[in-house]
């Protein structure tokens, strides 16, 4: 650590912000972390970043959630790829200038059957090995015990179904990460579009989280899209389209002959059961016994901001600038239930990345302020009555100046971005949210963090 300099000139970029939110040590002094429970999950851009981030540091990561991400390098590095490969912004944003749907459609470059799944997957995989043999990601037999939960909304108009395949497929193929049977879990049947899919207990007043409209009627307008969906009422819908409900008569071993659910309605069942999304990550990756406390109301000033330009201050000679050039936003913000404030107390750890549009400060409602996805997207009532400490690192939009980031999106292409090794131990994010781990660790380096 270059303490001198390091401090003196954190000082200076800290100073005169008498509003600046305290440092995330102090936040979270009297915390004890289990080191072996710590764990990460994210929505679109930050589905891609918590995918990209469990392979840098799998070795002491313990499991992953993706929602509407996608597989390691899927851009090559290339922003094109990313917005035609990887995702349908490009076709999207043509078919929006009302232009040939055509020509529009030529833009969409995912993989659209099993052979073009299977060859991203393995070039994903390529260049896994390849930063592996580099040491500079974990070593990837450390994926095989991982728990892996991965959702793709049935409607899902952003990420394509064959990402998320291509997704799977690097995780479960034995010639590939290998994760052992039984440890994945893939959900693609559930009726949503591109949102955090959650149910109503604990909703907000308002109009904050939406109601998960399904096509054919329109999506919100992405400027109002919290990007948060509670989607009960659509899940009990297509439960009793689909015959998922049994009358006690019709249940397993009660004699009446009856097969409920239907036999080809199991998967669709069973998917639909996962409604409180944020609960089903938890719950795949720590096991079920870690919820026995159920769920418990959480007041949003039960989340606290800390101040993320001091994070950089550890491992960065300029630590402003490093921010800064990571499109990281000013603070971020950690819940941490009192219960693990307690002595003797030991409290997993869960890592949430925001996607696109869901990071810095989102919430403009009168009286109110902060970020509605560290708020409303349904981990907080859990971990509050589980002792799970949860952190949610945040990207700021960037349209004014580089690196320019107009929908505050994490970093999965690193062109005009943050650059070669974006996705590996160097990139400037994962080293921001490494050295956040290590903090809430007690300054341990639990985290390998490259210098600069």
């Known amino acids: 650590m270059r303490f001198g300099a390091t401090l003196l000139l954190a000082a200076v970029a800290l100073g005169g912000s008498a509003a600046a939110a305290p440092a995330l040590e102090d936040v979270a002094r009297g915390v004890t972390i289990d080191s072996s429970r710590v764990s990460v999950s994210g929505i679109s851009s930050g589905g891609f970043m918590a995918h990209q981030f469990h392979v840098a540091h799998s070795e002491h990561i313990m499991g992953a959630g993706i929602v509407a991400g996608g597989p390691y390098y899927c851009a090559h590095g290339k922003i094109l790829d990313a917005v035609t490969r990887c995702s349908q912004f490009v076709m ?50 450390k994926l095989q015990d991982a728990k892996i939960y991965l959702f793709s909304g049935a409607y899902d108009e952003i990420v394509p179904h064959g990402v998320m395949d291509a997704l799977f497929h690097f995780y479960a193929d034995p010639d590939k990460a290998a994760v052992r049977q039984g440890n994945i879990d893939y959900n693609g049947t559930f009726p949503a579009r591109h949102t955090m899919v959650r149910d109503s207990f604990a909703k907000p007043a308002g109009s904050v989280v939406g109601n998960c409209a399904l096509p054919p009627a329109p999506p919100p307008p992405s400027d109002s899209n919290a990007y948060i969906d509670d989607c009960q009422a659509v899940a009990t819908m297509h439960e009793a389209r689909n015959h998922c409900r049994c009358p006690p008569a019709a249940a397993p071993g009660a004699g009446s002959g009856a097969t409920c659910p239907p036999a080809d309605k199991l998967a669709v069942c069973k998917d639909l059961k996962d409604v409180d999304l944020a609960g089903a990550i938890i719950e795949r990756i720590y096991g079920p016994q870690t919820l026995q406390g159920g769920r418990q109301p959480v007041d949003e000033s039960e989340l606290r901001a800390f101040d993320q330009r001091q994070v950089f201050s550890l491992f960065s000679n300029i630590p402003y600038n490093a921010l800064q050039n990571a499109s990281m936003a000013r603070e971020g913000y950690v819940f941490i239930p009192a219960s693990c404030k307690q002595e003797g107390r030991q409290c997993a750890l869960h890592v949430a990345f925001h996607g696109c549009r869901q990071g810095g400060m989102t919430d403009y409602r009168s009286g109110h302020t902060g970020n ?62 490494a050295q956040m781990i290590n903090i809430l660790a007690g300054g341990q380096e639990l985290l390998r963090i490259p210098p600069e």
Do not use: M
Not at 110 to 128: G, H, L
Not at 417 to 430: A, E, N, S, V, W
């Open 92 to 141: 999207l944003d043509c078919l929006a200038l009302k232009l040939d749907p055509k020509l529009c459609g030529r833009t969409d470059l995912a993989p659209k059957n099993r052979k073009k799944v299977e060859r991203a997957a393995r070039a994903s995989f390529d260049e896994a090995r390849k930063q592996e043999t580099a040491g500079k990601i974990s070593p990837l037999a």
């Open 372 to 433: 509605l996805f560290a708020k409303y997207a349904g981990y907080n009532e859990w971990a509050k009555a589980n002792g799970i400490v949860v952190l949610y690192p945040q990207i700021q939009a960037r349209s004014a100046s580089v690196p320019l980031n107009p929908r505050g999106c994490w970093d999965w292409w690193g062109q005009n971005y943050t650059h070669t090794g974006y996705h590996t131990r160097d990139g400037k994010q994962i080293k921001a949210v």
